[in-house]
């Protein structure tokens, strides 16, 4: 059994905020990738291919990283265990403020390869902080409302990855552009992003974290893998990650091409923002539909963020535009409602959803095809947090290992948008829409069965 030993039951909601800051940073960071892909694509000239190699180096490291994790673990127990979720995040921090100084030297030698170099050590940091961080946040309260903090706080990471386009096309593609050659525009950017995740480290070694202590004898070998929900979620991550990421690099190209909207690079930074921004919202509501707080309470409080976040884009969009989105904000309504705060319905009825908005957005062009895409992100939101606990539900003192295995998974990140691009360079951008639509058809199984506990199928 999983217990929390702490001075001070109160310090779990401070402990949160703090951890909290994490999710945000490395989900700004990750959707930075989106502005570097057409940005780099125009530096050294590249194909469609050739750009997603950003996300295969990037999302690759997870799956290098959390390899040797699994190995360690198996060969010697689990490293969490040992060095404490608060010296694995710190460590995790220092990794990643290493990987975006190392885009100096990559920009100044104008070198994609070591581009790719910098965001595999970026990567490799990311990949101990999902290790630590998502078991820790989990784990910090009620299993019953584990999924709602979870939500949470991918919430606040999806609002690192709303701001990231806004922000990152403004300073590569403009304040910066002018600046130097080649890709001088992104020296600057990435050393105060690697100042931050320094003074985080700073922050994190200051503050008394509550400490995690498994009261189980941790063994060696590959006990997580007898759980079959553990096993199907690693795939259901897989193909989760590989397809909200493929959607994402693919954007600005997909509503650039003339039979969609034909919108420049520059100005094609807040649709991006559009699709992750409804990550963002999608689970601030998740977290309140999936908490304990009764019904009667949690349907005024979601209606408030509907229409809060509704004002917001109507406030930064043309009326028409906040209009459109504004139905599939109610449809992800509907479908809280419908899933009735069961994590596993919830995923499940998001799932049919995404299917049906890619479907649509394949057989139609135009704005249609457009806003069904950037719809995808309001329906993607509570995917990796009901995923995730539901995977590691019951897993024991197999949970760190179980969940370096899921973090392993995020490799899909990497394989997916490579097969998109290749798909687009083979047909078109709107043909390999084909990828992400077959991985939703999969996370619906999961939500549907694929949870179920048991060690066969």
Known sequence: MNTLNTENNRSYASAFVVVTGLFFMWGFITCMNDILIPYLKGVFSLTHTQAMLVQLAFFG??????VLYFIISVTSGDPINRIGYKNGIIIGLIMAATGTALFY??????????????????????????????????????????????????????????????????????????VGTGADSVKIPYLVFSGLFLLLALIILAFPLPRFANNEVVEKGF???????????????????????????????????????????????????????????????GAISLSNIKRMVKIPIMAVILLIAFGIIAYT????????????????????????SLPARTLMIFSLFSVLLLTTALFTTGS??????????????????????????????????GSSLLVMAIVGGAILPVLMGAIADAFNVHVSLIVPLLAYFYLAFYGWNGYKPGKSI
């Open 61 to 66: 490291a997870y799956f290098f990283g959390s």
């Open 105 to 178: 030297p990559a920009a100044q030698m104008v070198s994609y390869g070591f581009f790719l170099a910098a965001l595999f050590v970026l990567g490799l940091g990311f990949t101990l902080l999902q290790i630590a961080a998502n078991p820790y946040v989990a784990i910090l309260g009620k299993p019953e409302t584990a999924s709602s903090r979870l939500n949470l706080a991918q919430g606040f990471n999806s609002f690192g990855t709303t701001i990231a386009p806004l922000i990152g096309g403004f300073l590569i593609f403009k304040y910066f552009a002018s």
């Open 223 to 285: 006990g997580s893998l007898k759980f079959r929900q553990l096993r199907f979620g690693i795939i259901a991550i897989f193909l989760y990650v590989g397809a909200e990421v493929s959607i994402g690099s693919m954007m600005i190209s997909f509503i650039g091409s003339p039979e969609i909207a034909g919108i420049a690079k520059e100005n094609a930074g807040q649709y991006v923002a559009i699709y992750w921004g409804g990550l963002m919202i999608g689970r601030f509501l």
């Open 317 to 340: 969009q043309e009326i028409n535009h906040a209009l459109t989105y504004g139905i599939f904000m109610l449809l992800s309504f509907a479908g809280f409602m419908i899933g009735k």
């Open 368 to 401: 249609v095809a457009m806003w069904t895409v950037i719809a995808v992100g309001l329906f993607n939101s509570i995917m990796w947090s009901n995923i995730f606990t539901l995977a590691i539900d019951g897993l024991g003192k197999h949970t760190s290992q």
